[in-house]
C-alpha cells in the first residue's frame, strides 16, 4: 500500500478502506508516513470530508494507536462527560460532584487550558495542596470511596490524536467535522468510560460557529460512540458569551462552589442539572431524565452535591478551608472596573475576545510553558440582554498589574452595545441522541 494512492484516492473524493485508514494511523504514528504526506491527505478530507464509517475507523485506530484505561476496578456504570470548549466553563466543578452525589461514579480525566479556552486542571489547582497527579490506585479508590476523582491524564493515550492535532494546527485543517470528532472521541474511548455525555458549543467563542455546523458535530460523534458500544447523547448549548460571571481560575471555583452552595446562576445551573440528567439515566441510576433530573435539583438544594466536592478536595490533599470560606481563595492585587461609555443593552459579548483579555492577565497560557496565575481574572457584572447607563461597570478586571492596558481593550472590543434590548439568547439548542 502507498501513501500517495491514499492521498489521491480521498483527493479525488473518494471513500477509503478500513485498510487504508489503518495504513496512514500507523504509520503516521511510528513515524513512517512523512508529516507532508499526513498534511496533504488531511486537507484532502479537509475538503472531500468522510463518510460515518471512514470517521469510525479513523477513530478505532487512533484510540489503538495507545493505551486505554481500563477503569473496571470502578463499581457501577461509568460515566463521562466532555465540553467542546468555552469561556467561563467550569461546569464540570457542579455537574461532577452534583452525579456522584447521586451514587454515579465519577472518573474524570481532564487537561490543561491552552489558549482562550481555561483548562479545569488549572482551575483547581487554585486550591492550596490540590493534587491532580495521582496514581491508578489512588484515583480508583477515591471514586469507590467518595464516587469523585478529577485527575491529570495519564498513560499514552492516543498518541496517533496528539501527533495529528498538532499538525492539523499548524496546516489549517483543525476545523474539519470528522477530524474533531475523531480526535475527541478517540480521547474520551481510550478514558475507558461506559458512556459519554457531550457538550458541544456553538457560538462566537467556540469551534463551531453556526447551530448547523454543531449539530453536524454532534451527530458525528454521537455516532462514533455508539457505532464503539458506548451510550453517547450530545447537548448543544451557547457560548455566544461566557457562562456564568466568573472568567479565569479562582474566581470560577469560587463561583461554581457558590451555585454548590445554591446560588442562582442560572446558565451554569441549569446546563450542569441538564448533563447531569443525562449522566445519571446512562448509569441506569434513573429510568428517566426527569426522574433524574429533580433529584439532582433537590441535592443542589440539600448540600449534598457541595459535600461531595468538598470530598473531592479532602481526598486529593486540597485545602478545604478554601472551600468553606472562599475569601481563602488566591486573589489578584488590583480590581479595576471597565465602564461603559455609552447608555443601551448588552447586545452581544465575544467570549473569545474575553478568553483572550483572560489570557493577557496571566489565567491562560499563550504557550504551553507559561505559568497560570491563578488569583487574575474577569468578573463580568453585565451580560447580553442587560440594560446599561454609562459609567457602570461591565466588567471587573482582576489583576497583578496596576493597569492591564491589553485586556481593558479586550473588554471594550468584545462588548457590543446597542440601543434597542436584543432577543434573549437560548441556552441550550438540542440534544441528540
Ligand atoms: N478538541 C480536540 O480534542 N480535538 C479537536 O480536534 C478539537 C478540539
Not at 42 to 47: E, P, R, T, V
Not at 77 to 97: L, N, Q
Not at 187 to 212: E, N, P, Q
Not at 235 to 256: C, H, R, T, W, Y
Request: glycine fraction near 8%; aromatic fraction near 6%; hydrophobic fraction near 40%.
Amino acid at each position: 500500500m502507498r501513501m500517495v494512492d491514499i492521498i489521491q484516492k480521498k483527493r479525488n473524493g473518494n471513500e477509503l478502506t478500513d485498510e487504508e485508514i489503518r495504513f496512514f494511523i500507523k504509520g503516521y504514528t511510528e513515524e513512517s508516513i512523512p508529516d507532508y504526506q499526513a498534511s496533504a491527505l488531511l486537507m484532502s478530507i479537509y475538503f472531500k470530508g468522510m463518510t460515518p464509517q471512514e470517521t469510525a475507523t479513523l477513530t478505532k485506530a487512533m484510540v489503538e494507536s495507545g493505551e486505554t484505561i481500563d477503569l473496571s476496578a470502578i463499581d457501577g456504570v461509568k460515566v463521562d462527560k466532555h465540553s467542546t470548549g468555552g469561556v467561563g466553563d467550569k461546569v464540570t466543578f457542579i455537574v461532577a460532584p452534583l452525579v456522584a452525589s447521586v451514587d454515579v461514579p465519577v472518573a474524570k480525566m481532564s487537561g490543561r487550558g491552552l489558549g482562550h479556552t481555561g483548562g479545569t486542571l488549572d482551575k483547581l489547582e487554585s486550591i492550596r495542596g490540590f493534587n491532580i497527579a495521582i496514581s491508578k490506585e489512588e484515583f480508583v479508590a477515591n471514586v469507590n470511596n467518595h464516587k469523585l476523582s478529577v485527575a491529570g491524564q495519564t498513560g499514552n493515550l492516543a498518541p496517533a490524536d496528539k501527533k495529528l492535532y498538532a499538525l492539523r494546527d499548524v496546516t489549517a485543517t483543525v476545523d474539519s467535522i470528522p477530524l474533531i470528532a475523531g480526535s475527541i472521541m478517540s480521547k474520551k474511548l481510550a478514558s475507558g468510560a461506559d458512556g459519554i455525555v457531550l457538550d458541544v458549543k456553538t457560538g462566537t467563542g467556540a469551534f463551531m460557529k453556526t447551530l448547523k455546523e454543531a449539530e453536524a458535530l454532534a451527530k458525528e460523534m454521537v455516532s462514533i460512540g455508539q457505532n464503539l458500544g458506548r451510550n453517547t447523547v450530545a447537548v448543544i448549548s451557547d457560548m455566544n458569551q461566557p457562562l456564568g460571571f466568573e472568567v479565569g481560575n479562582a474566581n470560577e471555583v469560587k463561583e461554581a462552589v457558590e451555585v454548590l452552595q445554591g446560588k442562582e446562576v442560572n446558565d451554569l445551573r441549569k446546563l450542569s442539572l441538564e448533563l447531569g440528567a443525562h449522566m445519571a439515566v446512562f448509569a441506569n441510576v434513573f429510568a428517566t431524565y426527569d426522574e433524574a433530573y429533580a433529584a439532582l435539583e433537590k441535592n443542589l438544594e440539600n448540600g449534598k452535591a457541595f459535600t461531595a466536592f468538598r470530598n473531592m478536595v479532602e481526598a486529593q490533599g486540597g485545602d478545604v478551608g478554601m472551600i468553606d470560606d472562599l475569601t481563602k481563595l488566591p486573589k489578584a492585587s488590583h480590581h479595576i472596573e471597565v465602564k461603559a461609555h455609552q447608555d443601551g443593552y448588552v447586545a452581544a459579548i465575544d467570549a473569545e475576545t474575553i478568553g483572550v483579555a483572560a489570557m493577557h492577565l496571566g489565567a491562560g497560557r499563550a504557550t504551553k510553558e507559561d505559568k497560570i496565575d491563578h488569583s487574575v481574572g474577569l468578573s463580568l457584572k453585565k451580560k447580553v440582554g442587560d440594560a446599561v447607563r454609562a459609567g457602570e461597570p461591565l466588567v471587573v478586571i482582576h489583576s497583578n498589574d496596576e493597569d492591564p492596558e491589553v485586556s481593558i481593550n479586550k473588554v471594550y472590543e468584545a462588548y457590543e452595545i446597542s440601543d434597542e434590548k436584543p432577543d434573549t439568547l437560548e441556552l441550550i439548542y438540542k440534544v441528540i441522541d
